[in-house]
T-cell receptor, first 112, second 115 residues
Framework: AQSVTQLGSHVSVSEGALVLLRCNYS??????LFWYVQYPNQGLQLLLK??????LVKGINGFEAEFKKSETSFHLTKPSAHMSDAAEYFC??????????FGTGTSLTVIP | DGGITQSPKYLFRKEGQNVTLSCEQN?????MYWYRQDPGQGLRLIYY???????QKGDIAEGYSVSREKKESFPLTVTSAQKNPTAFYLC??????????????FGPGTRLTVT
């Protein structure tokens, strides 16, 4: 069975500080990996994805994530938090590219 | 503009009534999905459909039903058998196939409140 673990359901950072949201997965095969962002009462928007090739993936809004197979991790980072980054973030894994398994989400608060 | 529409945004129903949530996409995607979102639980898959006239149960299908008569449409019915229907419902679509990464595109969601 596939699973996704997001460590920390709530993360707070100061404006301008580093954002680090953690995601670990279990998968029997090298998966496709995704990060989505959700603003209140809205749908999910894709931030970035890892398929094959370069393990450091750059996404929208200055976010990036690194796929580490040995650690089964796909942590999301942003060098400098902005107030507009406050949202819910979801990590997802897809073993085949068709079915998706989501983590429980991390709520990011940015403190001015 | 291509995308996924869900209507209505907010829906209120009395307990014991069936209710149907609409989901339409114009992305020409083969696959469509319904998720339920509750605080602290992430997204849980209710049903998904790979092609027209075919659909599969997800992890929490009990008390829900779907149809896929057209490629563009994947309505979800929340029946009176669903014990706790109040939630935020998200529809998504994607290309179906083994080639490449097929990320999901999400609609804006429908918040259903049953009293």
């Amino acid at each position: 069975a596939q699973s996704v673990t997001q460590l920390g359901s709530h993360v707070s950072v100061s404006e301008g500080a580093l954002v680090l949201l953690r995601c670990n997965y279990s998968s029997s095969v090298p998966p496709y990996l995704f990060w989505y962002v959700q603003y209140p009462n809205q749908g999910l928007q894709l931030l970035l994805k890892y398929t094959t090739g370069a393990t450091l993936v750059k996404g929208i809004n200055g976010f990036e994530a690194e796929f580490k197979k040995s650690e089964t991790s796909f942590h999301l980072t942003k060098p400098s938090a902005h107030m507009s980054d406050a949202a819910e973030y979801f990590c997802a894994v897809s073993p085949t590219g068709n079915q998706f398994y989501f983590g429980t989400g991390t709520s990011l608060t940015v403190i001015p | 503009d291509g995308g996924i529409t869900q209507s209505p945004k907010y829906l209120f129903r009395k307990e014991g009534q069936n209710v149907t949530l609409s989901c339409e996409q114009n992305l020409n995607h083969d696959a469509m999905y319904w998720y339920r979102q509750d605080p602290g639980q992430g997204l849980r898959l209710i049903y998904y459909s790979q092609i027209v006239n075919d659909f599969q149960k997800g992890d929490i299908a009990e008390g829900y039903s779907v149809s896929r008569e057209k490629k563009e449409s994947f309505p979800l019915t929340v029946t009176s058998a669903q014990k706790n229907p109040t939630a935020f419902y998200l529809c998504a679509s994607s290309i179906w196939g083994l080639a490449g990464s097929n990320e999901q595109y999400f609609g804006p969601g429908t918040r259903l409140t049953v009293t």
